[in-house]
């Protein structure tokens, strides 16, 4: 009978030696239907997801495309990434960074299974000076983010006094006497904000407008609360305690000095007066960067504050029909445009009114926040999926996914709309879909923790009969979340399970918070080969020459460590005009290497772009000698084409690409390892 009792318990949990049955989502197809040729990026690294909203999935995807394309390559200083796919005149030179956006980008990196991104990024922020303090910043707090996902504590202590450091310098915009942070709402990358507008008599707001803002406060003190808690989990007691401290002083003085009893609402006061406002006077209207302190968690759950949600939801405050209104409509300059782009007479960016998928982004987090907190009576999970669908739909432009600046929220059309603007990176999204939708919370103990925010009720409007998140790395484990409200989406019954590594480890009849324990695994070491034809600075080495196009730009273009594959941006070298059967590209180290292997990476668009009919590459050796490679692969259209060959050491190699039968050969990247 025992025995019997065992087999029968075997039975229920799967069984010593059973085999779980396969996850749902086909990872391979799913990867090449999305991303073509360049699918094995993707494949093995995100995770993947479906839902039963067609957008939502659609642009899921589309986000990790973005983040694909927005990868630079620095060569021996690794991966970043940029918030503009070119180059813009404010950017970090010559590495095209910004530290506005970084936030962003470690929170939607944090989730792939390569943790190289996050990693070398981190480090090219603290000790490559990345994080320059050009804008005002979240990035200790975006570490700590990092660590509840992947648990490597060696990580996230590695640069705990370059973070101290930076923290204390952020005192040359510090108000000892009131205890808060101030900002020029320009460097908080907000030009034209109530502050700023307001500051020039209506006349501008471009620069100006020093203010005791919620943004920086809610940055700063979430900074101070992710050092502390590196610090404990580095052994330093000491830090730990002055940093917990400092958080909780600034929390304090928020919330005691920057709510508007009367607004019901986080507003900027004035950090100095002029002929037009007067120094410690709060600004006169709602602002959607009122949100920042529970994006951060500094407030949730404070009952004396959740009336604010109220704003964000009514169609003539806040909550814009096709997005989310950076400065309510009663404003007196509400989306009164002031600045236009001289080159192209296209208009600029503003901050007094239009919809920003950056601070859609953090009040969507902060109501993910508010929503996972204490009992509350103003905002439902409904309005999150609404809110988070209508953000999906404003990444359509026309019938494809491409994501701008800002967006009129009356139409929901781009508002900017310059060359700079294509597949914008200055905002999450796919974060939103893991931590908030499919609800997986990241926590710094052994507890795996499902919340997904979605309605119960099938009679809502945004209810989702079904979604699939599928193999989300944390803490060293694959974790699969599955909603199937009937059981006949994914034919495992109804209800909502989580699985670690495949098999099922909870399981619960409704949408609703499931907490399991989960010891972390050791996780893989990074691999980092290094690229060494990335060329940063033009008049540095490697250098690129060629039979055609051999103008500066054009031969940088081949070799900045940027690739994508997106047709509203050209980027790297071509061979357009040329009357040539065949064309080179080739590098110039500046000296003899070792080199052994290269990544070809070609865009075509059936059109004007084809790849080459044939190429060859070769390296110098008192002439030019074909590489050694057993044969060459056939070259892959809008992918990587990889290359292999015994080790050889040359100062110099070049690609010949033969003409194509139709159009001309557009080389995005060349790259040698």
Not at 457 to 484: K, M, N
Not at 560 to 572: I, L, Q, S, Y
Request: proline share 7%; net charge negative; hydrophobic share 40%.
């Amino acid at each position: 009978m025992r025995r019997l009792g065992l087999a029968l318990a075997a039975l229920l949990l799967g069984g010593a030696h059973a085999q779980p049955p396969a996850l749902p989502l086909d990872e391979h197809r799913i990867a090449v239907d999305r991303f073509g040729n360049d699918a094995p990026w993707y494949e093995g690294n995100i995770p993947f997801f479906e839902t039963s909203d067609p957008l939502l999935t659609r642009i899921y995807y589309y986000r990790w495309q973005v983040f694909r394309a927005h990868q630079r390559d620095l060569g021996r200083q690794g991966y970043i990434s940029t918030e503009f796919l070119d180059d813009v005149s404010w950017q970090r030179e010559p590495y095209a960074s910004l530290n506005d956006a970084t936030a962003f980008h470690i929170a939607e990196g944090r989730w792939l299974r390569d943790r190289r991104y996050t990693d070398d990024y981190v480090n090219f922020l603290y000790e490559g000076g990345g994080n320059d303090r050009h804008f005002s910043e979240g990035i200790a707090g975006a570490v700590w983010g990092r660590y509840l996902a992947d648990g490597d504590a060696i990580a996230a202590t590695r640069h705990l006094d370059a973070m101290r450091h930076v923290y204390n310098l952020w005192d040359d915009h510090f108000d000892f006497d009131r205890r808060l942070y101030w900002i020029e709402p320009l460097l908080d990358a907000t030009e034209y904000t109530i502050s700023s507008i307001d500051a020039s008599g209506g006349k501008d707001g471009f620069r100006g407008g020093d203010a005791f803002r919620p943004s920086i406060n809610a940055y700063m003190f979430d900074n101070a609360r992710a050092i502390g808690r590196i610090a404990a989990l580095a052994g330093d007691e000491a830090t730990a305690a002055d940093y917990a401290a400092r958080a909780a002083d600034l929390k304090a003085h928020v919330e005691a000095d920057l709510w508007s009893p009367s607004l019901g609402h986080f507003v900027d006061r004035y950090q100095k007066g002029n002929d037009h406002v007067r120094a410690w006077a709060p600004i006169r209207g709602r602002e959607l960067v009122g949100y920042l302190p529970w994006t951060v968690d500094m407030v949730t759950g404070d009952p004396r504050f959740a009336s604010a949600w109220s704003h964000l939801l009514s169609p003539v405050e806040l909550g814009g029909p096709k997005g989310l209104r950076t400065v309510e409509p009663s404003y007196e300059y509400y989306m009164r445009q002031y600045r236009y782009d001289a080159a192209s007479g296209g208009r600029e960016c503003q901050w007094n009114g239009p919809v920003w998928p950056f601070q859609t982004t953090q009040a969507l987090t902060g109501l993910a926040n508010v929503l996972e907190g204490p009992p509350q009576t103003v905002a439902t999970r409904s309005d999150y999926v609404r809110l988070l669908r209508q953000y999906a739909a404003l990444h359509m432009l026309g019938d494809r996914p491409d994501l701008q600046e800002d967006y009129d929220p009356q139409t929901g059309r781009p508002i900017v709309g310059l060359a700079r603007s294509h597949h914008y990176f200055h905002s999450g999204f796919d974060d939103l879909i893991v931590t908030g939708l499919a609800g997986l919370r990241p926590r710094a103990d052994d507890v795996l923790e499902v919340a997904p925010l979605i309605p119960a009720d099938p009679a809502d409007p945004q209810y989702l009969p079904w979604f699939a998140l599928q193999d989300v790395p944390y803490h060293g484990h694959l974790v699969t979340i599955l909603w199937d409200a009937d059981g006949s989406r994914y034919g495992r019954g109804a209800g909502l399970r989580v699985l670690v590594d495949g098999a099922q480890v909870a399981h619960t009849a409704r949408p609703e918070r499931l907490t399991v324990p989960l010891t972390r695994k050791p996780l893989a070491p990074i691999a980092r080969p290094i690229d060494l034809a990335v060329n940063l600075v033009r008049s540095d080495y490697p250098k690129g020459s060629a039979s055609v196009n051999a103008d500066p730009a054009s031969l940088h273009g081949a070799l900045d460590g940027r690739v994508w594959f997106f047709p509203e941006m050209a980027n790297g070298w071509s061979t357009t005009g040329s009357a040539h059967a065949w064309d080179w590209f080739a590098i110039d180290l500046g000296r003899a290497a070792p080199v052994h292997a290269a990544e070809l990476a070609f865009y075509a668009d059936g059109q004007g772009f084809a790849v080459p009919s044939a190429y060859r590459l070769q390296f110098w050796d008192g002439d030019w000698k074909d590489v050694p490679a057993v044969s060459l692969p056939r070259p892959v259209v809008n992918g990587i084409t990889r290359i292999g060959w015994p080790v050889k050491t040359s100062a110099k190699l070049r690609l010949l690409v033969k003409k194509p039968a139709r159009g001309a050969v557009r080389l995005v990247e060349i790259k040698l390892f």
